[in-house]
DNA sequence: CCATTGTTCGAACGTTCGTTCAAATAATAG
DNA sequence: CTATTATTTGAACGAACGTTCGAACAATGG
């Protein structure tokens, strides 16, 4: 229980991660991978503290104690969900963004590739959102650090539209707003009865942007002269 | 049809609760009610499942064993916190409706009623919001009927202001934004940097009753049409 | 004073937790 | 084949968990 914090250095057997090896993706890595799979579904279904290792152990066909050839703590655990359904998220957003210029379709396609990756993997965004701050120490601070690049993206987006259109408005109340109505969508939806990605999109794109597309409202509030944020 | 629900009998020493009684409210309930308090920190710290029965005997003064005089089991607490706070704020809005008859005021003062409870009892709210799901049976059924209250009362209010300005959205994704808005703020919210309820209402108010405002979006939007403010 | 009732507590119960480890097995290389 | 490495496991560890219980303490009324 005492580590310099190199996260999981060469303490296991052989090789981790798809380092220098023969194959770009080695067994190890297939079999973890397998394994995180099954360690969302449990950590989505009963909670992170109160889901045990058994209860993994169970699920994934996998002995007790032979999970942890693959890993080094419940805590490395999640750590390993979260930072690749972070990662992915933000890189896929990345690629798509490149291909858009207009500040609104930038802003809609934010909130398309945030609703099409939850809706998708439900169960890990669920996990990445919920267990929000339980990593501590390195663990936390590097899914931190993801999550403040990915707040930031969203954040220069609705600057250049802000700038573009003129508008004055709380870019921080704006953009955690959104937030906000995106990953609650955890708590309720149900593919049964709710639409897909794509129309739900079109459906928070329209309350968000309609919502923050005009000036401060009709009534005479507080007089904002130049500084915004 | 289940059961009749009686929660917590008088299985304990005495009586519970401010049932008939020589006072309105006993000595056992104001130390009860003094123990939820820290229990509701305990909870918003660690998570109910993480936090433990000796947390909160050290962080309330009370024996480990002292603490069971008062409830039954940890679920108990967390059903007594979870309800306390939720009958409160609708009991709260229900008052305050009474006095308001315009619809979209009627929506202003939900949202505010809401966010006005949330920061003022941000760490029961927090409680109430992220351990959704954790109880079960009874009590679990108890705070879900609640739950499904308030969400009628958003949605009645939704559908009257909808009627009256002949809208069309589905009241179901904005209701369940709004939600999402709101309750978000519990993963956020910095009394130092953020304004307070009052202005939070109005900017989240302007934010979704613009964002439902105007007609479907139907139409794709190249150009911003000409309505002005 | 005693008797009664309301309140608190230390100590312990049985269970489950995350994690370890030496030994056993499977896969691979020489 | 044998030797080496990679993978899996049963059994167990100490710690922490929620809860129980009988004794002790405090308050009150006779």
Redesign the interface.
């Known amino acids: 229980m005492a580590s310099p914090i190199p996260i999981h250095a060469q303490l296991s057997p052989r090789r981790r991660g798809p380092a220098s090896g023969p194959r770009l993706e080695t067994r190890f890595d297939r079999r973890l991978a397998r394994i995180l799979v099954y360690a969302t579904h449990v950590f989505y279904d009963k ?1 992170y ?2 889901a045990s290792m058994r209860d993994l152990s169970r699920a994934s066909g996998v002995s007790l104690s032979g999970l942890y050839y693959y890993f080094e703590s419940k805590e490395e655990l999640l750590y390993l969900i979260q930072k690749h359904t972070f990662t992915t998220i933000v890189d896929r957003l990345r690629r798509r963004l490149e291909e858009v210029a207009d500040p ?1 379709e930038r802003i809609r396609l934010f909130i398309l590739n945030h609703l099409e990756y939850f809706l998708a993997n439900q169960k890990a965004m669920k996990v990445l959102s ?1 267990e ?1 701050d ?1 990593l501590k120490n390195g663990f936390g601070a590097e899914i931190a650090a993801i999550k403040r690049e990915y707040y930031q993206i969203c954040m220069e987006l609705l600057d250049h539209y802000k700038q573009a ?1 003129g508008l004055e ?2 870019s ?3 953009v ?2 959104l ?7 955890y ?2 939806y149900n593919p049964r ?3 897909d990605a794509v129309e ?1 999109a ?3 794109g ?13 009534a005479p ?1 507080k007089k904002k002269p130049a500084t915004s944020n």
């Open positions: 909670g503290a109160a609104v919920h929000d339980v259109r408005f709380s921080r109340t704006a955690l707003s937030f906000g109505m995106m990953n609650w969508i708590t309720w009865v709710d639409a739900l079109r459906e928070m329209d309350i968000f942007l309609r919502g923050i597309g005009a000036g401060s409202a009709k509030q």
